[in-house]
């Protein structure tokens, strides 16, 4: 981060959510990195694949510069399912997926670095209009971090793994018996702040 380049501390930002998004899939099976983990179906390649589309969508078609490859249901005119974007069928390979993502971010990169901050785009459906380069980079910002944010803790609920950018890079050292103590004080300070003992 520069500082001085207002360009640059937002590409930081920006590769910095991306890689933390992408760190969630290493080292797990086929099946974890696809298993539903909370009641509306979030799942962490799915995550990787929405974000696929809306790095294409956002850098690509909005500005005039279309990634060559992207994911149908972000072109404007598809048919979408509902969530669709959101979890990976059987025949999509993980690595076509995460590939695919490594490109649409790389395209976005390069339309980041050719054109002005305040060159205007156009999000080509409702009830979006013209847009700057900078407010789709902030949103864009934005929007990976929250997914990350989902990301950590779905492979939480997989396997116990936390950490921003390595396992438990962020956090307070602690053995299971210390965060299973931690655990245990926060549900008591909680059900103590409800006035019950059962919350």
């Known amino acids: 981060m520069t500082g001085t380049d ?3 501390d937002l590409r930081f930002y920006l590769q910095d959510a991306r890689a933390a998004v992408l760190l969630k899939l290493e080292g797990l099976s086929e099946y974890d990195v696809r298993r539903p983990l909370t009641p509306t179906g979030t799942n962490l390649l799915g995550l990787v694949k929405h974000l696929t589309g809306a790095e294409a969508l956002y850098f690509g078609e909005t500005f005039g510069r279309p990634f060559p490859d992207a994911p149908p249901l972000w072109v404007t005119g598809a048919t979408k399912e509902p969530n669709a ?10 690595e076509r997926i995460v590939d695919t993502y490594r490109r649409a971010c790389a395209h976005a990169d390069e339309t980041i670095s050719a054109l002005p901050l ?35 803790i779905v492979r939480e609920l997989v396997d116990g793994e936390v950490g921003l950018r390595g396992p438990g890079d962020n956090l307070p050292t602690g053995d299971g018996d210390w965060w299973a103590g931690h655990r245990g004080r926060v549900e008591r300070a909680a059900r103590e702040a409800s006035g019950s003992p059962n919350g």
Not at 88 to 94: L, V, Y
Not at 122 to 146: A, D, K, N, S
């Open 6 to 8: 207002p360009g640059a």
């Open 85 to 94: 974007d959101l979890w990976a069928t059987p025949e999509e390979s993980r």
């Open 118 to 152: 305040d060159a205007l785009g156009r999000i080509p459906f409702e009830p979006y209009g013209e847009i700057t380069l900078h407010r789709l980079v902030v949103h864009m910002i934005g929007e990976t971090h929250r997914h990350a944010g989902h990301a950590d």
